[in-house]
Each structure stands twice: as C-alpha cells, then as structure tokens.
C-alpha cells in the first residue's frame, strides 16, 4: 500500500498551502478525524489552483498533493474525468488493475491502486477528491450566477 | 523467546492455550499481537463451548413454555443472571438487567429519566452531567435527553495530566443536577477516575449516579456496593463474553420506580388494549426475547475470570501496563497521551508519534502482526482536548506478555524508520 510515490508525496506534497480562491470547503472523515480545508481558483473553465491544507494520515496527505499535481492546469472537462478515473479505481476494491490507458490518465495516482483494498483507508485517499468537486462544482455555480 | 519476569504476571502460557484466536498467524507468517483489548477481548475456549452447547442442547426461548428446553433455557439464562451478580456483588440478582450491550445500559437510565415522574425526572429546570473523557456513548444519549428535555448538559474537563479536573465540582453538580454520569475506566486515556468525591458530592445534592465500567469490570473487582453509585453500566464482549450481551446494574428502589423504556413481551404482567401492568424489575426493563445464548455465554465468561480471580488479573494487567509505559518512553517522539505511570490507570496507553498520523502507524504494525486501535476511540472530545487528530493505543489484559509489549516497541522502531 505505501508505494514509494505515495511516501514522496507525503514527504514533499505539491501546492500544500492556502492560497486565493473561488470557492472553500472544508471536509473531514469522521471516523479517523483526517480533515482538509481546499480552495480552488478557475480561469474560465480551466483550474488555475488548487489550494489546501489539513492534517491526516500519509495517504490523505499525498493524496491530495497527487490532486494538485494532476489537476492544476487542466480544463474542467478533463480534470472531471480524472476524478471519476480516480473514484472508480479507489472503489474497486482491488479488483482493477490499472492498465496503460488509465496509467495514462491518472500518472502517480495509480500508485493508489493498492489502498483500494483497504476499506477503512478508502476514505482518506478520497478526501481531498472528494473536497475538489465540491469546491470546483460551488466556484462553477457563482461564477454562472455572477 | 525467553519471558522476562516482573513480579504479579500470571501464567500467560498456560492462559493462551484457552485463546484459539491468539494462535493465528496473519500477513504470510506474522504472528498476531493482539493489543485491541480495549475494543474487544478474545474469547476462551470455555466460553465458546457453553455458547456452541447451548445451541445444540439447550436452545428455546425463555420464559414462554412448560416445555424441557423452555426450562433448561430459562434457567441457565436465569443463572446467568445469578452469576453476573455475584461478580458484581449486587445486593439481589433482580438489579440485573441485561442490554445488549453498555451502550444501550446507558440509554436506558437517560430514557428512564426522561419519562420519570418527581423526584427523578429530568427536564428544563434541571441539569445532567457528565465529565469530556466519555465515550461518545456516554455523551449522546446525554445530549439527546438534553435536547428533547430543555435540560442543561455539563461536564467535568481535563487536566493537563489525564484526569478529571474536579476543582469546581461544587459550580458542576449544584441542586439542580439530576444524574451524574461517568466513566470508571477511561478507554482513550486509561485513567481510573476518583469514585468517592463525585459520589459524595452528587449525593450531598440528592443527584443519582452512573457508572460506566466498560473498561473496568474486564479487569479488577468490581464491587456495586463499594462503589455507592445507583447505577453501574458495562458490556461483555470487553470480558472474555460474546457481542451483543451488556449489563445494567440499579439500586432495586430505583428499578421498581423509574418508568419501562422499551415495550414488548416478557416486561409485562397483563396488557388489555387500553392499558398494561408492567412485571417487576428487571424483566420491565427486558422487553422482547433477550439476547439468550449470549447472557449465558457472559456467564461463562464471569465463570472464566473468577476462576483465575480478579485480583490477579488486576496484578498482572498493573505489571504489564507499568513496563509498557516504561518502554513506550524510551521511544524517541512518542507521547503518552494519559497518565504515564501506571498508577490510577487502566491497562490501556494512548500515545501519539512525532507527526506520523495513528492511521499510518496502526497500518504499518498491522503489516507486522500487531493489532491496536487508531482514531479518536469514540472520545472525539479528549483529541480536541489535546489538540490532537487521533491517537495510537495499545490495550492489554489477561493474556498480554511483556514480550508482546517488546514486539510493539521493535514495530513503532520500524514505523519511525519507514516515514523517518
Ligand atoms: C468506556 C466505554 N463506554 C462504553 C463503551 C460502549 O460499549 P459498547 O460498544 O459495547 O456498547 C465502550 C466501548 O467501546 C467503552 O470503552
């Protein structure tokens, strides 16, 4: 499960930090108290950052590095199919083997695969993700009512 | 491995021969360390072959039948009951209720007095209080009774150290304090809380008091009388019994008056469609057909316990909760949340370590063999007393060796090692 990319990101994360933003949420996962506060800015329909700070266990904590590293920089369009990508091999249960086109959407976050076994730590590594879409679906909404 | 020896240990060789469970082997070849006790305890054989024959020659429901099985079902569950009180040492067997498990002990005495009648009954003049070392399921039904009452929920905070703070216990329980509520044994932080001045101070105002003795009746005496409470809760799935089988001890007076909670069958004396006489304590407050086989089990599992004795459980559990506090200090970064040495305390040590979180740490020891618990071990309030996320705990009881607490020392070595 604590593949050397994963440990990497935890030890050096991507982006971690508060910066300005669109929307802001706050998530935590209640049964180990893993909590994060993300921000995201948008230029038109393309995410200019993904901001975040929080405190959890390595896989929460890299997790989210991996998000902004993967990201920052894509359309919406994109960046949601890589979150569904991602959504769906963390709730295989171990079953999916990322094969090369998924390799190819998700880079480090495959190294995930194996968390996917882990039912209690599903969670974790969905936590940022999980905050991301909230937060990019509220700064969407405003930015269509403004 | 040789055993070191510290003085009050029981013989563990021979005791985890009775443990099936202790025998597996997990992670290709890692033998289990199982440090989850506060969670859970293993079950001895002994219990496992009263519940296995109580199925196979016993089983019928209680209470409802002239039948053979009828009778031998009743009187062993009935004999549970016997038992159950002796290891308690309850003035009478009928102030016995069995719950399913400590959870529901204690939502029962919030709902008694929740639909009490004076002089019991708790409402918008009154107060409850409970202490921030609970567990969630000593706080909640607390803010659920508070809230549909209008009652004011207080409590005791922390100090520093790991203990209740009862430096204004008399502005905490005051003339209005209806039931004070509180934890015997700390799970999170082990601490053992002072019996006697909460109970003289709560009875200087006439405010009844309640136990909970999840973490305790598992390992020392527990005598009801010594302890002068009015009610005493716990769960035997944390003393060698199965799931789904809790305990509620009350002061017979109080049982006779307080209100039933649930309806059913089996609490009542008759019923006509306008009304019901309820039968006498404790079957009131047993609605339904009880958790059968499991009250047997716990009184097997009391029979188990008593055999070896309590008092040695107590020694063995206090030699081995001292030596891991002594270990777990030389462990660079760790900190022991709670009391450090191992007097007032149970045998149950949280501890943090340096910035690595409890969920990578109990993940890590996992993949060698070793079991504890990670999280806020249902006491959310205590992490956010300490200002921490989460903890790492270690639990022991009968069964624990100090070799077991030297495997967990070498495993957090290799924790640090791994995310260092
Ligand atoms: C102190 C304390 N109180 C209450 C409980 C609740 O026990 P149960 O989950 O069996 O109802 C526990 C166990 O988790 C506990 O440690």
Redesign the interface.
């Known amino acids: ?2 593949q050397e990319v994963i ?1 990497d990101h ?1 030890k050096h994360p991507h982006g971690r930090g508060l910066r300005d933003g669109d929307a802001e949420v706050h998530h935590v996962n209640p ?5 994060i506060t993300l921000r995201v800015r948008l230029d038109g329909s393309r995410i200019d950052d993904i901001s975040y700070e929080g ?5 929460s ?1 890299a997790s989210a590095s991996v998000l902004n590293e993967l990201l920052v920089g894509k359309e919406y369009p994109e960046a949601q199919k890589i979150q569904e990508t991602f959504l769906e091999l963390m709730q295989s249960k171990g079953k999916v083997e990322p094969d090369d086109a998924m390799e190819e959407v998700l880079e480090d976050a495959v190294a995930f695969a194996g968390v996917s076994k ?1 039912p209690a ?1 599903v969670k ?1 590594a969905l936590l940022s993700w999980m905050a991301w879409k909230d937060a990019t679906a509220q700064a969407l909404s405003e930015k269509e009512t403004a | 491995m040789t055993q070191l020896q510290l003085p009050g240990l029981l013989d563990t060789e021979t005791i985890r021969k009775d443990f099936p469970l202790l025998d597996r082997v997990i992670h290709d070849g890692k033998k289990l360390v199982y440090l989850d006790n506060a969670a859970t305890s293993q079950k001895p054989q002994q219990v496992l072959d009263v519940l296995n024959s109580y199925y196979e020659q016993h089983n019928a429901n209680v209470h409802r039948g002239v039948h053979t099985l009828a009778e031998e079902a009743t009187a062993l569950y009935e004999g549970a009951r016997d038992k159950v009180a002796a290891f308690i040492n309850a003035p009478s067997r009928d102030e016995v209720i069995f719950t399913k498990n400590a959870s529901e002990s204690l939502n029962l005495v919030a709902n008694m007095l929740g639909f009490a009648d004076e002089p019991y009954r708790v409402d918008r003049e009154t107060e409850v209080v409970i202490t921030e070392m609970e567990h969630h399921s000593n706080i909640v039904p607390w803010q659920l009774l508070s809230q549909r009452t209008g009652a004011k929920l207080k409590w005791f905070g922390l100090t520093d150290d790991g203990r209740l703070d009862l430096s204004n216990i008399e502005q905490v329980i005051t003339e209005k304090t209806k039931i004070v509520s509180f934890v015997l044994v700390s799970n999170i932080l082990g601490t053992v809380n002072p019996v006697e001045a909460i109970v003289r101070r709560a009875q200087d105002v006439g405010a009844l008091v309640l136990i909970d003795a999840s973490q305790a009746a598992p390992h020392a005496a527990l005598d009801v009388q010594a302890l002068g409470a009015d009610f005493v809760a716990f769960t035997g799935h944390k003393m060698c019994g199965p799931t789904g089988i809790g305990v509620l001890w009350g002061r017979q007076e109080l049982l006779e008056d307080l209100p039933p909670f649930l309806g059913g069958g089996e609490m009542i004396e008759t019923v006509s469609m306008h009304s019901s006489t309820y039968a006498p304590a404790p079957h009131k407050f047993e609605a339904g057909t009880p958790p059968i086989a499991q009250a047997v089990g716990l009184g097997a599992a009391v029979d188990y316990l008593s055999a070896i004795g309590m008092d040695r459980i107590a020694a063995h559990e206090h030699a081995i909760t001292e030596y891991a506090l002594k270990r777990l200090q030389e462990v660079p970064d760790l900190s022991i949340i709670g009391p450090t040495t191992a007097e007032g305390r149970g045998a149950a040590i949280s501890f943090t370590l340096g910035d690595i979180h409890p969920h990578d740490v109990g993940q890590v020891l996992d993949e060698q063999g070793i079991a504890v618990r990670v999280g806020h071990h249902c006491a959310r309030p205590v992490c956010l007393r300490y200002g921490i996320p989460a903890t790492t705990r270690a639990s022991f009881y009968l069964y624990s060796t100090p070799g077991e607490v030297d495997v967990l020392i070498d495993g957090l070595e290799h924790v640090r090692n791994f995310f260092g």
């Open positions: 499960m604590y440990l935890y049964t180990c108290g893993d909590e405190q959890g266990c390595s896989i904590q882990y730590r974790c």
